[in-house]
């Protein structure tokens, strides 16, 4: 029976076949790997990772689709929300050190998930997702650009990134109103050390207000935890490079 795709959980299902090929060929699966693959909804992706792995665990909201992707062997169906998945215990189950995991991720929740996601980065070996590409460019970008903010900084501190793919509308069906690419995650071996919190809700005060001098929010916010260290708040949160965040979260931390 044909799936009529349901937009409330972010159903761009994928039916270029070149794309679908890139795409397998940037994570470039070996058999046996652990993949685990974060919405696989028709198995436009899932059946060529098969091909090349053997087995890929799946993680699938919704219910009619779960039932299709259960008929098949070589899945491993975890029917629920991503957000509710403890990946150390699925690395666990699998009894592997460390996962790969990728996905066509439903854009409405992608920014969550990828939070989500790294509160289990040490399980992880990579991750290779599609996302909107505005969101990617956030992901990437560098202090000084108009996309650098706290998703570029919280996600830089514990990956290294790279955009690999861009990939079209026409590519899905139904097509997304948006681009899309697809961006590699590979966690850094020697991340700072820091509490992730700390940097979050520093993160969070630089770029309350983006366009204005760091004297008023990150300064204040900086006495206030008793920080006495040197830190140049005659500056705009956005030309703070990632370093300078991560330095000045381990010295609090
Ligand atoms: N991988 C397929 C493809 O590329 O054609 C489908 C991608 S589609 C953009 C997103 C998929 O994620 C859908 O299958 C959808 O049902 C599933 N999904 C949506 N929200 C989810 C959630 N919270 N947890 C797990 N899967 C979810």
Redesign the pocket.
């Known amino acids: 029976m044909k799936h009529i795709?349901?937009k409330?959980?972010?159903?761009?299902?994928?039916?270029d076949q070149g794309i679908?090929e890139s795409?397998v060929d940037a994570i470039n699966p070996k058999p046996g790997q652990p993949l685990v693959?974060?919405?696989?909804?028709?198995?436009?992706?899932?059946q060529p990772l098969v091909d090349r792995t053997g087995e890929v665990t799946v993680?699938?909201?919704?219910r009619d689709?779960a039932v299709r992707l259960r008929t098949k062997p070589q899945l491993r169906v975890i029917e629920?929300?991503?957000?509710?998945?403890n990946f150390a215990n699925v690395a666990q189950e699998l009894a592997v050190p460390k996962l790969r995991v990728v996905?066509?991720?439903?854009?409405?929740?992608s920014t969550p998930?990828l939070f989500h996601l790294l509160g289990f980065v040490d399980v992880v070996q990579d991750q290779h997702f599609?996302l909107q590409k505005e969101v990617i460019d956030r992901m990437v970008a560098d202090a000084g650009n108009s996309d650098y903010g706290r998703l570029s900084v919280m996600l830089q501190w514990r990956y290294a990134m790279e955009n690999v793919l861009f990939v079209p509308p026409e590519s899905?069906?139904p097509p997304?109103r948006v681009n899309s690419a697809v961006v590699r995650m590979v966690p850094r071996e020697q991340p700072a050390q820091l509490n992730p919190k700390l940097l979050e809700e520093l993160v969070q005060v630089a770029f309350s207000q983006r366009r204005k001098i760091l004297r008023n929010t990150l300064g204040k916010w900086l006495e206030e935890k008793g920080f006495s260290g040197t830190f140049d708040v005659q500056r705009r949160a956005e030309e703070v490079p990632v370093a300078e965040y991560e330095a000045l979260a381990a010295s609090l931390s």
């Open positions: 795709p349901r409330r959980f972010g159903q761009n299902f994928l039916t679908i795409i693959e974060i919405g696989p909804g028709l198995m436009a992706l899932t993680i699938e909201l919704d689709l629920s929300d991503v957000l509710k998945v996905g066509n991720l439903p854009y409405n929740i998930i599609m899905f069906d997304p």
